[in-house]
C-alpha cells in the first residue's frame, strides 16, 4: 500500500483553534507606553506581562494573531533544547548554563499558571521530554549532556529505556515537561489583554521605524503609533539598524500530522538531530481511542533543496515508523538560530533607548518566547533579571567564541547573493518552460524576474530581487511561494510578503515578447 502524501497547508493548530472575530486593522494614529510588533509567544507574552505592570500597550502584526512562526510549531514546552547544555557549560561556563535552564523552566512553571488562572482550554499535558540518539558511538555524548543538564539544574538522568518503537543507544530524560495547543493558549491570553484595555491590530504591517522620543511606527494602513518603547518580535527583525541579521540563520522545517491509536502513543516528548532531525510528539483527538503523531523534521535553508522531496521522506518515516498511522496533515515552518547558540533577548543593539528585540531562539520559541515576554517586561519597567546579560543581544565575547559558524554563515549568504546571480545569469531558463504551479527566475530585458505559471496557466511576474537586501529569491513548489535563501524573506506568487525580515513586496514586472526574453 502506498503512502498518502498530505498537501502542506495550514497546521493543525491553525485548523483546530475555536474560530475567531479578526482583531481590527490600525484605522488611527495612537500613542501607547509600549507598541509591540509582532503578535506570536514572545510578542503576546511580552504585552501581558506590561499590561499587569500597568502599562498601556499595542500589538500589532502583518498577518492573524499567532498565524506565524507560532502557529506552525511543535508546541513543546521545555526546557530540554536538544543537545545544548553541555555546549553551554563549555561556552558560557557552568553558571551560564543554569541561568538558561533555570529561566526556561521559570517561562514553563508561568505558563501552567496562567493555563490555570485563566482557565485556558489548550490541551494543556505534562510530558517528559527526551533528546536521544540510535547510534551507539554518540552513547557517551548522550550521558555527558545528561550530566551538564543536571549540573544545570534540570532532573536529567541518561536512559535508553523510551516509549518510540524502536531502540535507543541513549537518551536524556527531563520529567515536569509539557505539550499544549499554541493558538488555543494564545487566543485566550489575547482576549484576557483586550480586557484590560489593550490595543491589538491583525492585517497590519509595519514598514518604518523612526526612532525618536517618542519613536513612531509606520504602517500600511496609513497610520502611525509613537511609543515611548517599542519591542520587535517578529521572529526575524524587521527593523535592524544593527545588523542582528548577520549573526541569525534561517531554516525551514517540514511536520506531517496523522491518527494513531492512543495504545501506540510514545508518551513524551522526542528529538534527535539523526537523519536532519526526527521530532515526535501527540497531541489529544476527539476521536475516541485515538491521538494525533506529530512529527517534524528535515530542516533546509529556505529557497534552496527540494521541499516536496524533503515532506514525504518525512513523512515515509512516519509510516515506516509507526504502522497503521493515517497521515492527515502536512506544515512547513521556518526556525530562526542565533549563531552563538543563545536567543538575542533584550536591548536592540546600537539602537536608541527604548528599542528592543526578540529572535533566535533555534526552534524552542515556546518556552523561549515566553522567557523573552517575561524579561523584556522586566527590562522595559526598570528591572533586572539574572539571565538578562545571558541573552543580551550586545554580546560580543560569545560570537567571538563561536565565529567559525558566524563566518560560515556569512560565506553562505555571499554565495547565494554572488552565485545565485551567476546561475540566473547562465541558466537560460524560459518563460514557456515554465510548468502550471511552478516558478523560475527568468531574464526579461536583463532583469532578473520571478515568474510563476498559475494552476489555470496565468503567469504571474515580479522582481525576483529580495526587497530587504538584495538575493535572488527561488521558487518553492511545494508551497507556492518565492523564498530568499540568504535571510527567509518569503513572498506569495503576487510579490506580497510572506514572512520577514522584508516589509516590502517583489514588485511586480511586465513580461515582454518571447524574443526579449
Not at 521545555?78 to 533555570?102: I, K, N, Q, S
Not at 488555543?184 to 509595519?206: C, K, M, P, S
Not at 530562526?336 to 536567543?343: E, F, K, N, R
Not at 526579461?444 to 538584495?470: F, I, K
Amino acid at each position: 500500500m502506498s503512502t498518502r502524501y498530505p498537501p502542506l497547508g495550514p497546521s493543525y493548530w491553525m485548523r483546530t483553534a475555536p474560530g475567531d472575530e479578526p482583531y481590527p486593522a490600525l484605522a488611527s494614529d495612537m500613542d501607547v507606553d509600549v507598541a509591540i510588533v509582532g503578535a506570536g509567544i514572545a510578542g503576546l507574552s511580552t504585552a501581558h506581562e506590561l499590561m499587569r505592570a500597568g502599562r498601556t500597550v499595542a500589538v500589532l502584526d502583518a498577518g492573524r494573531l499567532a498565524g506565524g512562526v507560532t502557529g506552525y510549531t511543535t508546541a513543546k514546552l521545555t526546557a530540554l533544547h536538544g543537545m545544548v547544555y553541555a555546549h553551554l557549560r563549555r561556552t558560557r561556563g557552568p553558571d551560564g548554563a543554569r541561568l538558561y535552564a533555570r529561566s526556561q523552566t521559570e517561562a514553563i512553571e508561568h505558563a501552567a499558571s496562567l493555563v490555570e488562572e485563566l482557565g485556558i482550554d489548550c490541551d494543556w499535558e505534562p510530558r517528559s521530554a527526551y533528546s536521544y540518539v540510535t547510534d551507539p558511538d554518540q552513547a557517551d555524548q548522550v550521558r555527558a549532556e545528561a550530566e551538564a543538564a543536571r549540573e544545570a539544574g534540570l532532573p536529567a538522568v541518561f536512559t535508553q529505556d523510551t516509549g518510540l518503537p524502536f531502540p535507543v543507544a541513549g537518551a536524556v530524560r527531563v520529567d515536569g515537561q509539557a505539550q499544549f495547543h499554541p493558538r488555543n493558549y494564545l487566543l485566550a491570553l489575547a482576549a484576557d489583554l483586550a480586557a484590560q484595555g489593550a490595543l491589538i491590530h491583525e492585517n497590519t504591517r509595519v514598514t518604518g521605524l523612526t526612532e525618536g522620543e517618542p519613536h513612531t511606527l509606520e504602517t500600511d494602513t496609513g497610520n502611525v503609533v509613537r511609543a515611548r518603547d517599542v519591542v520587535v518580535a517578529t521572529h526575524y527583525p524587521v527593523f535592524d539598524r544593527s545588523l542582528l541579521f548577520s549573526r541569525l540563520s534561517p531554516r525551514r522545517e517540514f511536520a506531517v500530522a496523522g491518527r494513531i491509536p492512543a495504545a501506540l502513543d510514545p508518551d513524551g516528548m522526542y528529538i534527535t538531530s539523526e537523519e536532519n532531525t526526527r521530532s515526535v510528539r501527540t497531541a489529544p483527538l476527539d476521536t475516541p481511542g485515538k491521538r494525533l503523531l506529530i512529527i517534524t523534521g528535515e530542516h533546509i535553508t529556505p529557497g534552496t533543496g527540494d521541499p516536496e522531496e524533503r515532506f514525504r521522506r518525512l513523512t515515509d518515516w512516519m509510516t515506516a515508523t509507526f504502522p497503521g498511522v493515517e497521515p492527515m496533515y502536512g506544515w512547513a515552518t521556518q526556525d530562526t538560530d542565533a549563531t552563538d547558540t543563545v536567543p538575542l533577548v533584550g536591548p536592540m543593539p546600537s539602537g536608541s533607548p527604548g528599542l528592543w528585540v526578540a529572535t533566535g531562539f533555534r526552534g524552542w520559541g515556546m518556552s523561549g518566547g515566553i522567557m523573552a515576554g517575561r524579561l523584556l517586561a522586566t527590562l522595559i519597567d526598570g528591572g533586572s533579571s539574572p539571565w538578562a546579560e545571558l541573552y543580551d543581544p550586545r554580546r560580543l565575547a560569545p560570537v567571538l567564541r563561536e565565529a567559525p559558524r558566524f563566518l560560515q554563515t556569512q560565506a553562505k549568504v555571499a554565495g547565494h547573493f554572488v552565485g545565485d546571480r551567476l546561475a540566473a545569469a547562465r541558466s537560460g531558463a524560459a518563460v514557456e518552460d515554465i510548468e502550471p504551479g511552478d516558478g523560475a527566475v527568468v531574464r526579461v530585458g536583463g532583469e532578473s524576474v520571478a515568474v510563476h505559471r498559475d494552476d489555470a496557466g496565468q503567469l504571474h511576474a515580479v522582481s525576483a530581487r529580495c526587497t530587504h537586501l538584495g538575493c535572488l529569491v527561488c521558487f518553492n513548489a511545494a508551497e507556492r511561494a518565492w523564498e530568499c535563501p540568504c535571510h527567509g524573506s518569503r513572498f506569495s506568487p503576487d510579490g506580497s510578503v510572506l514572512q520577514g525580515p522584508a516589509t516590502r513586496p517583489l514588485p511586480r514586472r511586465a513580461l515582454r515578447r518571447r524574443e526579449d526574453t
